[in-house]
T-cell receptor, first 112, second 111 residues
Framework: GDSVTQMEGPVTLSEEAFLTINCTYT??????LFWYVQYPGEGLQLLLK?????DKGSNKGFEATYRKETTSFHLEKGSVQVSDSAVYFC???????????FGPGTSLSVIP | SQTIHQWPATLVQPVGSPLSLECTVE??????LYWYRQAAGRGLQLLFY??????ISSEVPQNLSASRPQDRQFILSSKKLLLSDSGFYLC??????????FGPGTRLLVL
C-alpha cells in the first residue's frame, strides 16, 4: 500500500545551520505531498505543499520539491532558528481515498 | 474562515471511567473529519474518519468509538478507559487530496 518514510530523528542543529529532512513516498498515481509542523503542545499546521511533479512548495524559508523520479519530497531550510524547533511530518494524499498518510515525524531541536 | 474547536484541552481520568471528547468545525460544510492519537514521543495514529453524518470508518480496533451526529460535530468516546488510552488526541478536517486542518488537541491522562 501507499506509505511515507522519513528520518525519525531527533535532529539537533545549531542556529543558522542548514537543514535537510528526507522524505520518500510509495504511491500509485499522482498524490499531493505535504509538510506539516507541530510546535510543542499544539496541533499540526500545514507548512507547505506541492500538488504535481517538479512543483516547489515554500513557506517561512522552508522549501521542498516534488521529485517523482526519486519519489521524494525533502524539506530544506538554509538557516534554522531556535523557533524552528518542532516535529515535522511529511504526508501524502490522493483523490482515490479520503484520508492522509503521514510519515512518523522528525523531531528537530535547534540550539543557540 | 474555517475554525476547528476541541475540548477539553486537558483531561485526567481514572481507569474504567467513560470518555467524551468533542470537536466542532466552523466555516465549512460537509467536511471530512478525523480523529488522531499521538502517544508521547510517537507519530500520528489515525483512529477514525468520517465522510458524512453517521458515516464512521474505524482504522484500528480498540477501546474507543466515534460518532458524527451533525455535519460539523465529531465525538470520540469510550465506555471504560484503559491506561493505554493516554495520549494527545487531535481532531482534523479536510477535503480529498487537500490540506488537513488540525484542532489544538486534547491531552488525556488516564491514571
Amino acid at each position: 500500500g501507499d506509505s511515507v518514510t522519513q528520518m525519525e530523528g531527533p535532529v539537533t542543529l545549531s542556529e543558522e545551520a542548514f537543514l535537510t529532512i528526507n522524505c520518500t513516498y510509495t504511491a500509485t498515481g499522482y498524490p499531493s505531498l505535504f509538510w506539516y509542523v507541530q510546535y510543542p503542545g499544539e496541533g499540526l499546521q500545514l507548512l507547505l505543499k506541492a500538488t504535481k511533479a517538479d512543483d516547489k512548495g515554500s513557506n517561512k524559508g522552508f522549501e521542498a520539491t516534488y521529485r517523482k523520479e526519486t519519489t521524494s519530497f525533502h524539506l530544506e531550510k538554509g538557516s534554522v532558528q531556535v523557533s524552528d524547533s518542532a516535529v515535522y511530518f511529511c504526508a501524502l494524499a490522493k483523490t482515490s481515498y479520503d484520508k492522509v498518510i503521514f510519515g512518523p515525524g522528525t523531531s528537530l531541536s535547534v540550539i543557540p | 474562515s474555517q475554525t476547528i474547536h476541541q475540548w477539553p484541552a486537558t483531561l485526567v481520568q481514572p481507569v474504567g471511567s467513560p470518555l467524551s471528547l468533542e470537536c466542532t468545525v466552523e466555516g465549512t460544510s460537509n467536511p471530512n473529519l478525523y480523529w488522531y492519537r499521538q502517544a508521547a514521543g510517537r507519530g500520528l495514529q489515525l483512529l477514525f474518519y468520517s465522510v458524512g453524518i453517521g458515516q464512521i470508518s474505524s482504522e484500528v480496533p480498540q477501546n474507543l468509538s466515534a460518532s458524527r451526529p451533525q455535519d460539523r460535530q465529531f465525538i470520540l468516546s469510550s465506555k471504560k478507559l484503559l491506561l493505554s488510552d493516554s495520549g494527545f488526541y487531535l481532531c482534523a478536517w479536510g477535503v480529498v487530496q487537500e490540506t488537513q486542518y488540525f484542532g489544538p488537541g486534547t491531552r488525556l491522562l488516564v491514571l
